[in-house]
């Protein structure tokens, strides 16, 4: 219960701040003129050790991401960075987000290309030789309930990680994409008289691209990649008829995560665009405390 003595006389704003610690600004020595002040980023030295990379992470901000023949908005988080000489102590890290700041208001839209451009761009204007970035956002897409018909959108978590270097030219391109899935436990299905335990499973994959995968629908192909080999998709609209499908269909396609991995990975290996890749399942399990996961990495070009 509030005890103040009401109506309360309020001091002003200044002397309230006054009275909860507030204190007037010293006045300083030190110039306040950028040309005049001390630049330790850019002092040369000795600093033992060149850097892979030094930036900022954690960075959300509005994009335009391209999707097939379109264009969606969304939120996505950032990480930027790009190489240290052994003779600076760091970098002018809010250059980053102002160039990140710049390309937004140029109407950027996010592409594999335009990525490979930004890294560029980040380490010339940082004056070093490498620069990098990750981003990671939600795609949403479209998905029909399989009897009914009926639409709703579905999301899945998508990223682009780009390396370039600036004095060999050479970019490096990987995309990635998690997405949920239904998996129907093959042994509950074989050793019960009636029914079978399912699970939800998020499938994880991450796939280098070659230079000749301009025009590769990379979110796409990895969706179907998980959802064609699962027991069955999710949806976000399902009415009895489409509940009846789904389940039916599950029960159709019994997976073991060991099976989900194994699966996608043949898919991948037959996209030309992908160079290397690494997949995951791991499933929630429905009758066990413990989650089940299996895992692959291959390289095609190491075969």
Not at 44 to 51: G, I, T
Not at 79 to 108: A, F, P
Not at 249 to 255: G, Q
């Amino acid at each position: 219960m509030n005890m103040s003595t009401y109506p309360i006389t309020l001091p002003t704003k200044e002397e309230r701040h006054k009275l909860f610690g507030s204190v007037p600004p010293i006045k300083g020595t030190k110039p306040t003129e950028k040309d005049k002040m001390v630049d330790l980023q850019n002092t040369p030295k000795n600093f033992l050790f060149a850097l892979d990379a030094v930036g900022i992470s954690n960075v959300k901000h509005p994009v335009v991401i391209q999707d097939g023949d379109n264009t969606q908005a969304t939120v996505a988080t950032f990480e930027l960075s790009t190489s240290l000489v052994q003779d600076r102590k760091g970098i002018n890290m809010s250059r980053l987000t102002e160039q990140l700041d710049q390309y937004h208001n140029e109407g950027w839209t996010v592409t594999n290309e335009s990525l490979i451009q930004f890294a560029r761009d980040l380490a010339d204007r940082m004056e070093q030789t490498e620069g990098q970035l990750t981003i990671r956002y939600p795609w949403f897409f479209t998905r029909k309930a399989p009897a009914t018909g009926l639409s709703g959108l579905m999301n899945a978590e998508v990223w682009q990680t780009v390396s370039v270097n600036t004095e060999t030219n050479e970019a490096t391109l990987s995309v990635g994409l998690t997405i949920n899935v239904t998996t129907l436990c093959p042994c509950s299905k074989e050793i019960s008289e009636y029914s079978a335990h399912n699970q939800r499973g998020y499938v994880t994959m991450e796939a280098s691209l070659r230079d000749e995968a301009e025009d590769f629908d990379w979110k796409q192909s990895l969706l179907d990649a998980a959802e064609s080999n699962a027991s069955a998709p999710l949806h976000p609209v399902l009415k009895r008829p489409d509940e009846k499908r789904v389940t039916e269909m599950a029960y159709e396609n019994p997976r073991f995560v060991e099976d989900m991995v194994r699966l996608i990975a043949a898919d991948l290996y037959e996209m030309d665009p992908i160079a290397s890749f690494y997949v995951e399942c791991r499933n929630e399990e429905t009758i066990h405390q413990h989650d089940a996961i299996a895992r692959i990495t291959f390289d095609k070009d190491a075969q």
